[in-house]
């Protein structure tokens, strides 16, 4: 979200659903956030430079500072055309005043990852951190010097699992070199929800798939995110504070997983989600968990027809997907 639409997210959507999971944002730099996405039309919200306005995002964020967690900018070609490095200095402004941490998204260069990283701020968490190449953080096999450099100076590592930003060579890598994500996520949408991401659930199978501890997968899930944001009483069950949990369960099975360029890793387990607890009050989830063998299907032509798939005609478009989870929005 962002400084010219937050208000009627709040009103229409976080206010509403005031008894189901709570909703916290980062602010996307863009004074309109993501507007352009689909498989016909792409217009990258940073390609506009004078969209980018750090005053009217320090604004926003200060009118909404109960739910307004840090600052959001896409970094890359894609989500930036040719603007460069410009949003992020904004966005690095906007957050330097506010005193909140930034997230930024990297995609194809330029910018290149090593500018980004070298811009950056302890505490800052960057997105997409186990993506292909390019802006990929190994190169022939190994990890690359300014990534190990970065989380030296306390940068965060989230994994932001969408459409085009986990790879399964880059992970092993990682994960070989000891170095593991500091907090695993969805990057979940309209494009990616019927694979290869699928759920927050479906992203923690395949780090474990790959070797990373189930109890070190479910910290970077609920512990460490809410450290990140500066959000203690979260991600944690103890007297006193919030009595919400999210109950998986562990099923056994023959599992093909999916990343991003079409690889398969193959498990004997997999996570789906069994209900959450809000406030000490049940939630069940009776959906079973995503198909795996039913292969992804072909990008939507249009956003209309990604809207029909997922929703339905004249469906209810606030309402999330039964077992979705980890929802990023910009």
Known sequence: MAAANFLG???????????APRILAFLNISFGGIFGFSSRLMVGERAEIQLCD????????????????????RTGRIAGGASGIGPLEVALEAADELGLPLMTHIDDPPPGRRTVLGMLRPGDILTHCFRPFPNAPVQNGRIREDVRAARARGLIFDIGHGMGSFDFAVARTMLAEGFEPDVISSDLHLFCVEGPAYDLP????????????????????????????????????????????????????????????????????RLVSAGIVMGGRWMPNDAPGPDLAAPVPALPATHAEAVRRHFGAGGACCEPADGAGGLQAG
């Not at 997210?9 to 008894?19: G, K, N």
């Not at 009217?56 to 900018?73: F, H, I, P, S, Y």
């Open 54 to 73: 750090a005053r009217e995002a320090v604004a926003c964020a200060r009118d909404n500072a109960d739910l307004v967690l840090g600052m959001k900018v």
């Open 9 to 19: 997210f709040r009103r229409h959507v976080i206010e509403p659903a005031a008894d």
């Open 202 to 269: 479906t992203c923690l199978s395949k780090l474990v798939a790959l070797g990373l501890s189930l109890p070190a997968a479910i910290r970077a899930a609920t512990l460490a995110p809410a450290e990140a944001i500066g959000r203690s009483e979260l991600g944690r069950l103890a007297p006193g504070l919030p009595g919400d949990a999210t109950v998986l369960r562990l099923e056994s099975g023959q599992f093909a997983f999916r990343d991003v360029r079409g690889n398969i890793v193959k498990s004997q387990e």
